[in-house]
């Protein structure tokens, strides 16, 4: 590599780190917490417990577990009915105020699985996972938050890149991995710096672009929406939602025995964004870690009860499904969050070193001990 060349690198490098450094600190400070969520939910709130049964008893009509939630909450109309993946044994029901209500603003009811009895519909808005969810995703600032965070994912996943490029070069006078001890403080921050960053870069950028993804999903919702569900509704668009529609428990029954070897995961009320006016939308996913993560949607006529179509998603529904669980590491049980979370950790450790050292590098009178670090021939900014 030329030296001109490995100027434009270094350069990419340090203006990439500099840029996101903050808000990829907040990131990863904010999903640390993430990856544990049910664990610090269950240990900070009081939580109604479902009753329990032997394995294979079979759950209550799913339209009684639907009435107990509207019971609970009047003035409320089902959005979603949710089967739980963390407590088989509950049932989540997503009612908001109209049917055409963001349901983003809905409030979720707890039914019991097997009985219908209503268990609690908690105010999460003001928990701490929910805070800290959030700051994650949009830092509370909808749409615009996300595609801003998405942009400095994308200059992060930059910075790592750049960070490879440029290692080798600054390292040639070095053992890989080499930690001077005896040396400065501002070299041995380098040193963890470069150490940490480049033994996390394929973990980096798994995870920040899978969190780029995330950012877009609600661009990729609505191109399914005006795509796929328009194409596959378009016949049935001129009709209102009807005023009796049939049974939720017939509707996911006739999509199970349309998609053998699957199960139900949500279903979409007519008149939500999942669905027609007059479909109830059942998604079905499958059985495995990895394919219980991808749905196929079955639209079930709320007049007549029968299957009208049932397609595969398309791929950048697809993309956005298996992005999700490789962000979080929540797909491996508690093995695989301990090491997301020590991952993590290190990831802090990188962004904060790179931090230090730029602050370093700016402060004044400080020539000499700037000397090592130049000598390196890296930009010591973030991951590298």
């Given amino acids: 590599m030329t030296p001109k060349t490995l100027r434009k690198w270094s350069w990419t490098h340090k203006w990439s780190s500099i840029i996101c450094t903050l808000f990829m600190l907040m990131l990863c400070v904010t999903g640390l917490p993430l990856i544990f969520h049910e664990e610090i939910d269950e240990l900070l709130h009081d939580q109604v417990k479902a009753s329990v049964v032997p394995d294979g008893t079979p759950t209550a009509n799913l339209d009684r577990i639907v009435a107990s939630a509207v019971a609970a909450m009047p003035g409320q109309v089902p959005h979603f009915l949710i089967w739980d993946r963390d407590d088989p044994n509950a049932m989540l029901v997503s009612v908001g105020k109209t049917i055409d209500a963001n349901p983003a603003d809905n409030r979720i009811v707890r039914v019991d699985a097997h009985t219908a009895a209503f268990l609690d519909a908690p105010d999460v808005t003001g928990r701490f996972t929910y805070i800290m969810l959030k700051l994650h995703t949009d830092m509370f600032a909808g749409l615009p938050g996300k595609l801003f965070l998405g942009l400095m994912g994308i200059l992060f996943c930059v910075a790592v890149v750049s960070g490879v490029v440029v290692y080798a070069p600054s390292m ?9 001890a005896d040396r400065p403080r501002v070299v041995r921050w380098l040193d963890l710096h470069n150490l940490a960053g480049i033994l996390l870069v394929m973990w980096t950028l798994v995870v920040g672009f899978t969190g780029v993804i995330n950012t877009w999903a609600d661009l990729v919702l609505k191109m399914w929406q005006y795509g796929q569900l328009a194409e596959m509704t ?3 668009r001129d009709r209102t939602t009807p005023a009796h529609p049939t049974s939720v428990q017939a509707a996911a029954e006739v999509a199970s025995k349309a998609t053998p070897g699957m199960l139900p995961s949500f279903i979409a009320f007519p008149g939500t964004i999942f669905s027609s006016k007059s479909h109830y939308a059942v998604f079905m996913r499958g059985d495995t870690p990895v394919t219980s993560r991808l749905l196929k949607p079955a639209l079930i006529d709320a007049e007549t009860g029968k299957l009208t179509d049932s397609r595969n998603m398309p791929w950048y529904v697809t993309a956005l499904f298996i992005s999700q669980p490789l962000h979080f590491g929540d797909y491996g049980g508690m093995p695989l969050k301990i090491i997301w979370a020590l991952l993590d950790v290190l990831t802090i450790i990188v962004l904060g070193t790179g931090v230090y050292l730029w602050l370093r590098r700016r402060k004044p009178g400080e020539s000499a001990a700037r000397e090592p ?11 590298s």
């Fill in 172 to 180: 040639r006078k070095q053992k890989f991995g080499a930690y001077r």
């Fill in 234 to 236: 378009m016949q049935y």
């Fill in 373 to 383: 670090v130049a000598a390196s021939g890296t930009t010591p900014v973030l991951t």
